[in-house]
């Protein structure tokens, strides 16, 4: 009979396993997806604007955490040289750059979280909408918060979410953030998920 420690490892095996084959598929998505006609443009800074993430306890990614984190961030995004139209519909893809810097509080302590992404992004309708998703790195001035060891100040830096631009200078949006030593540090480090609302300017 397993064991509630053995079931736990089971399903962190499979969550890690599942992790590791959607982003293949994702990437493999993308260099399906995209039409080889790429537009080639200028690096134009997008938007800026603050943010505000928590976490849960249970993850959607990896392991259980022992510490609930806050999160206070400024984000500026940046539109990077390539994009690609969809045909003649109102959507097309386009490519980002997100830098955020910014205090991540847990357990009575506060470090910084700074954290570089290079995402894609399919828009539509003149930039009403959005939806992006990246890979990139995240660096902690601090990596225990508690009884919560990230292993290491480098992390992998996952990230998704989707913007809306009610106005012409403004846009609101959520976004998941996962972040994670991804076994560079070893089994008894653990990630971090969290939900964040962003808000601010769009030049």
Same mark, same amino acid.
């Given at each position: ?10 399903? @962190?095996?499979? %969550?890690?396993?599942?992790? =590791? ?32 993430? @928590?976490? %849960? ?23 990077? &040289?390539?994009?690609? &139209?969809?045909?003649?519909? &109102? ?26 992404? &290079? ?41 998704? =979410? ?9 846009? =609101? ?31």
């Amino acid at each position: 009979m397993k064991t509630a420690k053995h079931l736990g490892r089971e399903r @962190f095996r499979t %969550r890690s396993t599942i992790h =590791a084959w959607s982003l293949r598929f994702a990437v493999l998505g993308l260099i399906l997806f995209i039409p080889n006609h790429s537009i080639a443009g200028d690096t134009t800074l997008l938007s800026i604007g603050p943010r505000y993430g @928590f976490s %849960r306890s249970e993850p959607l990614l990896g392991k259980r955490q022992t510490e609930t984190f806050e999160l206070v961030d400024v984000a500026a995004t940046a539109r990077l &040289p390539w994009s690609w &139209p969809l045909g003649e519909s &109102p959507w097309g893809v386009e490519t980002r750059l997100i830098g955020s810097a910014g205090a991540l509080s847990a357990a009575g302590s506060t470090g910084l979280l700074a954290i570089v992404e &290079p995402t894609v992004a399919l828009t539509g309708w003149k930039g009403l909408v959005s939806i992006d998703v990246g890979v990139g790195l995240g660096f902690l001035s601090r990596d225990t918060y508690g009884t919560q060891d990230f292993g290491g100040h480098v992390q992998l830096a996952l990230t998704s =979410a989707i913007e809306i631009r009610p106005f012409s200078h403004a846009f =609101a949006g959520f976004r998941f953030q996962h972040l994670s030593d991804a076994g560079v540090y070893g089994s008894q480090s653990l990630g971090i998920d969290l939900y964040v609302i962003e808000v601010g300017y769009v030049f």
